[in-house]
């Protein structure tokens, strides 16, 4: 038996503590503990159980005098006593004796001054492998001169929380202390949730310090070395969209934006995989290999062969892998000053134009607002779009107030004269479930077209409805397709859902924002 000292704390009795083992090691260990198998490429595919996606309801943040009034307390972020979260705590300490633990000592933060090193530790294997190729990876000299980490997260999926004693809500717990520096994911293996706590606790550290955290992914020329960024939620391309051949890939979910640049947070990718094809997105499916980490996928367990369309586990299936797996990923994780921003939809509506150019104003508003649909599997109980509001394109993830992200941004992109496009890669030619999705292969040429300023020679005409400059043409994608209103098959018909959608935007603005500045406000789409 060991015992295993952290800061000021402390687990005791561990049947046996690893350190730092590497992806090889892990992969042993996880396939020892029956913790997944293999496929025919190497790559270790493990299912996650119940939980294969996030569980929003279950986060929770210690409220303590310290950080009280720096939090966006509400649906998002849920409080917690001190005292409960002491208790629970002390009960997965306990839980953990006997066991075998798996520790990985990594940094988010490719931006050297303004890196952060997390601790992770792990009741599975598997765990420990996703968040070694996620986080970034120290060296050898690094890690001798770790010393104490900023933050310690520990999950533990198979410990489930009593509600009644824990002051939770399910079995499943995500909490953070931000006074301790100590985080809790208790009762679910969905490995996300471990990357997306290292993201909260970003989000909160990163904008005392003059950083903008973003939810987004960011390439570069390597060429002009003019840089990218493209905003969006769960499943509306980020990931797919920022990882082009003929571009670095700096990074495909979260970064933070500097006085010189931005830089990535992580050192890998999660990537959507259900009806992944190494024709349509090679770089991914290429990444599916020895020492990554695929979720809840099929596979034939004779050949091993991964079924990327079947969905009969879930939607959001999934796969983990370091950035370097990645042939054009740029080293380090850091680009200039963004001459484009993105921002992605899935407009589940099917009435958003496919690409919209957008003035300071309709940034703010459009970034603000972070206007999506949420899509099947990325939550529990989500199975098909749902049209969602998400603040900063990003609002479970933001601990402090929408206006604390949206004013740095508004100053970034007036001080840097940044470009911004809003491009829609949801429904076209009705709602979801009479039109279809856009068809990645023009989202791709509308993205390519903003990136080599073809955009900037197009004429534009005012949408009245949704308040946007719309290209009438952008090259290699139908004209047709520009205006959505051509792809309904009854004009009137999108013209009510175009308003309804409208409409919606209006209530969710004077709800949320009821104290936003009038120019903002009027830079908003328009249902009368």
């Given at each position: 038996?060991?015992?295993?000292?952290?800061?000021?704390?402390?687990?005791?009795?561990?049947?046996?503590?690893?350190?730092?083992?590497?992806?090889?090691?892990?992969?042993?260990?996880?396939?020892?503990?029956?913790?997944?198998?293999?496929?025919?490429?190497?790559?270790?595919?493990?299912?996650?159980?119940?939980?294969?996606?996030?569980?929003?309801?279950?986060?929770?943040?210690?409220?303590?005098?310290?950080?009280?009034?720096?939090?966006?307390?509400?649906?998002?972020?849920?409080?917690?006593?001190?005292?409960?979260?002491?208790?629970?705590?002390?009960?997965?300490?306990?839980?953990?004796?006997?066991?075998?633990?798996?520790?990985?000592?990594?940094?988010?933060?490719?931006?050297?001054?303004?890196?952060?090193?997390?601790?992770?530790?792990?009741?599975?294997?598997?765990?420990?492998?996703f968040i070694h190729q996620l986080l970034i990876r120290p060296n050898e000299k690094e890690l001798k001169e770790y010393g104490d980490a900023d933050f310690t997260v520990i999950s533990v999926p198979n410990f489930k929380c009593v509600p009644e004693l824990d002051g939770v809500n399910s079995e499943v717990a995500i909490v953070i202390d931000f006074e301790s520096r100590i985080a809790l994911i208790c009762g679910t293996l969905y490995s996300g949730e471990m990357k997306k706590m290292v993201f909260s606790i970003m989000n909160f550290f990163m904008p005392n310090e003059g950083v903008l955290p973003m939810h987004c992914s960011a390439n570069i020329d390597p060429v002009t070395r003019k840089t990218a960024i493209f905003f969006g939620l769960s499943g509306t391309g980020k990931t797919t969209l920022s990882t082009d051949p003929n571009r670095k890939l700096i990074g495909d979910d979260e970064h933070g934006w500097t006085d010189t640049g931005v830089f990535n947070f992580e050192g890998g990718c999660y990537a959507k995989c259900i009806n992944l094809k190494e024709e349509s997105e090679p770089d991914i499916y290429r990444a599916i290999k020895f020492g990554s980490v695929v979720e809840n996928v099929v596979l034939d367990l004779e050949s091993r062969k991964i079924d990327y369309a079947d969905n009969s586990i879930t939607q959001n299936t999934r796969v983990a892998y370091p950035l370097d797996y990645i042939n054009n990923a740029e080293f380090p994780s850091i680009g200039g000053i963004p001459d484009v921003i993105i921002f992605l939809t899935a407009d589940s509506f099917g009435v958003l134009p496919p690409i919209s150019k957008l003035s300071k104003e309709a940034a703010m508003y459009h970034f603000i607002t972070g206007f999506t649909a949420k899509l099947a599997g990325t939550e529990r109980g989500v199975k098909e779009p749902i049209p969602t509001f998400s603040t900063c394109f990003g609002e479970p993830f933001m601990p402090m107030d929408a206006s604390v992200y949206a004013k740095m941004l508004g100053e970034k992109i007036e001080k840097y004269n940044t470009k911004v496009y809003l491009i829609n890669t949801g429904w076209s030619g009705g709602a979801y479930g009479i039109g279809k999705r856009i068809n990645l292969k023009y989202t791709r040429a509308m993205v390519t077209a903003v990136l080599n300023g073809e955009m900037d020679k197009v004429e534009y005409r005012h949408d009245n409805i949704f308040n946007l400059a719309v290209p009438k043409t952008c090259p290699n994608v139908p004209e047709e397709m520009l205006n959505p209103m051509n792809t309904w098959a009854d004009k009137d018909a999108y013209v009510v859902a175009a308003k309804e959608l409208a409409r919606k935007f209006e209530d969710n603005f004077t709800k949320k924002y009821p104290n936003m500045p009038e120019f903002i406000v009027k830079a908003g789409p328009k249902s009368e």
């Open positions: 038996m060991e015992n295993f000292k952290f800061g000021n704390y402390e687990i005791s009795n561990v049947a046996k503590i690893h350190f730092n083992l590497s992806p090889a090691k892990l992969i042993e260990k996880a396939l020892e503990r029956n913790e997944g198998i293999l496929s025919e490429t190497g790559a270790l595919v493990i299912t996650t159980g119940k939980y294969t996606g996030r569980s929003p309801d279950d986060k929770f943040i210690v409220d303590t005098k310290e950080v009280h009034s720096k939090i966006a307390w509400g649906d998002v972020n849920h409080p917690i006593q001190k005292e409960k979260f002491e208790k629970l705590y002390q009960k997965v300490l306990a839980y953990l004796q006997n066991r075998e633990i798996f520790v990985f000592d990594g940094f988010a933060g490719a931006d050297l001054k303004y890196r952060k090193k997390f601790r992770f530790i792990n009741e599975f294997a598997s765990q420990n492998l």
